[in-house]
């Protein structure tokens, strides 16, 4: 009697931590062979704007499988019409290895919300599940309730320890945009994604014209942040109009100061590293302040945009010394757009109109105090950025 894996997911694309998993469940639960399923529109998820078509998917799962005797890749779900329910899958599965017992290999997320699964039942009845798990504290606890909630219905649960590389497919698709990518993905799947132009790898984004700039960007952007980005662009517009700076660089750059603050502080080092930049001990310790040193980097190399506009995001959450106009205004644009509430924001916003250099100032001061009252260590930058302006008000 064969052990047989199922691994479904959508693969869009598929990356190393698909692959990891799938090699530690072969080893953890002894399977003989692993299943890759690609699966047509998972019934809880809506496909994002620029995903491979469902053969592209297939193929990347093939080209990531590699020859890896354990792992079968099949298109089963992709040639099913409708909507792929794993109950369905796992009936085919039953009739193509009678005798075999099957294993349904799925993540916390959807271990959690597996009894409101469609036929939750039949699957647990005729597939051991084996979950992936980080070991994180909050996630163990809840895990293990819903594992004895579910053996106590008559489910075998298994946990599968997952040394995960975290990373998801929605930031890996930002990370291709961002054309830093590839330690994620396996060489073959990486080749294909940029020879196919999936994803926008194709796409030049250089220079784009100011509408085509924004919709690029509120679709990188996490859709929470969008309001801020754009009361930010708006912001620094009529800044700039104040103080005579450059209305198309303060556009601009408002658009783009937050493009990277998606990805965490790990893959921020990872956009850094593959861009050959060497990073100093503060931002080294503090991978979260990176945001505005990648946002640079990304605004100059994929976006081609001029020096004024990727100085004024490098500035933007630490200030430094001797700021020009337009990197002061979108220090403070971020600081006072419509969308920020805080005590002494309104003082901020009437400052802005009167006395740039004060605005300035208070920013800084607001976000030191803060920072000490946190405990957290303050960028030098931003200390040489308020003794600057103290010696010269
Ligand atoms: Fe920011
Ligand atoms: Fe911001």
Known sequence: MAKI?????????????????????????????????????????????????????????????????????????????????????????????????????????????????????????????????RGQKDEVNAINRQKEEMEALGAKVILVENPVVDISSTQLRRLLAFDCASPFLAKGVYDYIRSNNLYGTGENYRNLPMERLESVVTQLLDPKRVPHVLGCRDTAVELAKRWGADETDAARAGLLHDITKVLDGKLQLTLCREYGIVLDAFFTKN??????????????RIFGE???????????????????????????????????????????????????????KLGLEMTLSLLEKQGSEISPESRDALAYLNKSL
């Open 287 to 300: 991978p979260k302040t990176l945001h505005a040193l990648t946002g640079a980097l990304v605004a100059e």
């Open 5 to 133: 894996g199922i691994y479904g997911g959508t693969f869009n694309p598929p990356h190393i931590g698909h692959i990891r998993a799938a090699c530690c469940a072969v080893s953890a639960l002894g399977l003989d062979k692993l299943l890759l399923i690609p699966d047509r529109i998972a019934p809880h998820k809506v496909m994002p704007v620029g995903s491979a078509a469902p053969q592209q998917r297939l193929e990347m799962v093939r080209l990531c499988a590699g020859d890896d005797p354990a792992l079968e890749v099949t298109d089963m779900e992709l040639n099913r019409e409708g909507p792929s329910y794993t109950y369905q899958t796992v009936e085919a599965l039953k009739e193509q290895y009678p005798g075999d017992s099957l294993y349904l290999l799925i993540g916390t997320d959807m271990f959690l919300t597996f009894l409101q699964w469609k036929n939750a039942e039949y699957l647990w009845k005729n597939a051991t599940l084996g979950v992936f798990y």
């Open 306 to 360: 001029n020096e004024a506009v990727v100085s004024a995001i490098r500035s933007h959450t630490t200030g430094k010394a001797a700021m020009n106009t337009l990197e002061k205004i979108i220090y403070v644009a971020d600081y006072m757009e419509p969308n920020r509430d805080f005590p002494g924001v309104e003082e901020l916003r009437r400052l802005a109109y009167s006395d740039l250099d004060g605005a300035l």
